[in-house]
């Protein structure tokens, strides 16, 4: 038997922080290996409360509700990397088990930090230069040039928080700076990508390390649109991605799944774009697509289990339910290759995440 | 758009009746689809609760709890078939949709019935004969012969309620007979059949039926050990028992899944053996089996959407863990082929089921 000697049985409880649809799925991957769970969430309405044994409404910081959580659950995770460090030292210091660990969420929520890990460790990225002041601005833009992405260095998602400055021209950088509240940013160099791809890997407590095949990903407005899966990418980017993931999560000492998201370039190179301490909106073909999802993985990951296989049941196309084209699921619930997965959230706001739809054909050799 | 004009819509609320684990993967497959689901259950440790918005612990019949589901519900279903009429009565007077409806429970919760009601349609089943008394009896034994099976009318589940007689001796009628209770029972010739098999079948609001293709299983001490699917049987057959199967959910103007238990004879000929208005045990390889599982298409067929595709995508060994085999989960886990359901339920008693496991082989083609 492969498990750990510490790992957890069925019946016992995984607390999750966070009450939205990643939370909602990983509940039910939780239940379908016999856990409970608990969800610590400030949102009175939350989509994953319903599928949870019990809901704890509270802030992220609250201590009393973090005590509640850290005495129910033998292991708690996150559906988002935004995590308050205050959290974190709470349910450090009650004794809580969390997975993944503080390192991983804090080399995620600052960008800077984030680069500057994986430089480190042999990760290629874009050229980037941490922006303070104006004058760090201006000094970034005359090495890296013009275009380049400006982006808040924390808290931002979906496209928020970034803006591109298209010139060296002083009063641009100025508005551009101003107009992400003046607040640490980095400044990229833009990447001359012919595909955005991801690759979900997961490490278990032993160090054992599992990646699913690539995932082609098409962005629009910031927001992922969709996910194709497997990428029809070359052996050697294949060996070349999951190699770099491998080398991030066992840096890391992680312990859960993560997404990595990266750009392939004309020349074949890889540049990691982000990292995602969490189950990723890019690996959502997996639930349809193998055997073992990406929420399954996350969950014996953390519980102590052997991971599960990670292998292409089906080409997959992903496709995003965002805002009102969730009130299509008549036609989507009729389509014979549609796998719909609706998260239910309440009002169909324009860009919200409201489902998504998997369309599976047969493997391509 | 095939869906029925007044087809719920996601975030709709589904009531279950029952919190075992067919409740539990019931309510399962309705949040994956974004409906809200309610559990009603007598008992405070239940095992559907925890994955459902909402649970009643009440009596079945009590009226408060009833008026409570049918105020938060906008259909109920149920898990098992031994639903007391009165609740159905109690349901039907507040003007609550309940699907499937009174006729299939009637129906199958009463063994003499059901196979009047099979013969009536021409779905063939052993010979049998009511028996309200030891005359009765004495005089069933005299026409069908012996060994025979005594078996109560009603509530009888996973082997008990049933009794085989031996031989013609009113000694042994009697001790049978009474044994059993001296309840309303029915005697049923014996079937000698070469498999038991197992068609689970759907039906929507539109009468649109779709049937998987069979199981093949095999019963311990009268509970489920493990089904085989898809049965290797002849085109024939899966034909005769899909055509069955459609003439009996077509008789009862069924909406939801329905299993359907037969006897398949050395000649090739089928005789229906029991029908269960509800998910069925014989039907779990299609969580892993098929892209839309048993669960999922009865919340589909109740809620008035359309049916999903029914075809295996994998050749499926589901195998029962009952009372202490549950403590196998990390070598289960550790499996590469196995995927595990495990229900969430405490004490492991013998024969409790506890979960199973669904092994993936390729199709045989």
């Not at 000697?5 to 239940?31: D, E, F, K, V």
């Not at 052996?235 to 840096?251: E, G, K, N, Y």
């Not at 004309?266 to 301490?277: F, H, K, S």
Request: aromatic content about 6%; charged content about 20%; overall charge negative.
């Amino acid at each position: 038997m492969k498990t750990i000697p510490h790992a957890l049985h069925p019946g016992a409880t995984i607390g999750i922080i966070g009450g939205g649809q990643l939370g909602r799925m990983l509940a039910m991957a939780a239940a379908r290996l016999g856990f409970e769970t608990v969800i610590l969430t400030p949102e009175a309405e939350n989509c994953a409360g319903p599928v949870a044994g019990t809901v704890l409404i509270a802030d992220y910081t609250d201590p009393e509700a973090l005590a509640r959580l850290a005495s129910l659950a033998q292991v708690v995770t996150f559906e988002f990397e935004n995590v308050p460090a205050k959290t974190l030292e709470i349910l450090g210091g009650l004794g809580c088990q969390v997975a993944p660990g503080a390192k991983a969420l804090a080399v995620a929520q600052d960008r800077v930090d984030e680069k500057t890990f994986l430089n480190t460790h042999g990760v290629p990225t874009v050229d980037f230069a941490p922006v303070s002041s104006l004058a760090d601005l201006v000094e970034a833009l005359a090495r890296i040039g013009a275009p380049a992405l400006l982006k808040t260095r924390r808290d931002g998602y979906d496209g928020k928080g970034q803006v591109w400055i298209e010139n060296h021209d002083r009063a641009t950088a100025e508005a551009a700076f101003i107009g992400l509240g003046a607040k640490p940013c980095i400044l990229e160099a833009p990447a001359a990508f012919v595909r955005e791809v991801s690759v979900i890997a997961a490490r278990g407590h032993d160090g054992e390390v599992a990646a699913y095949p690539l995932g082609e990903n098409h962005h629009e407005s910031g927001i992922l649109r969709r996910t194709s899966a497997p990428a029809r990418v070359s052996p050697a980017t294949l060996d070349q991605a999951q190699t770099l993931a491998t080398r991030i999560v066992t840096a890391l000492d992680y312990v859960g799944v993560m997404g990595v998201e990266m750009f392939e370039l004309a020349n074949g190179q890889l540049l990691v774009n982000e990292i995602a301490p969490r189950v990723h909106n890019t690996g959502h073909w997996t639930l349809d697509g193998c055997e073992v999802d990406q929420f399954e993985q996350h969950i014996r990951a953390i519980v102590g289990w052997p991971l599960g296989p990670t292998h292409a049941l089906a080409q997959v196309e992903m496709t995003n339910l965002l805002g009102g084209e969730i009130l299509d699921w008549g036609n989507l619930a009729a389509e014979a290759e549609a796998r719909l997965w609706i998260y239910g959230k309440g009002e169909p706001r324009p860009g919200r995440k409201m489902g998504h739809v998997n369309r599976l054909f047969p493997l391509k050799p």
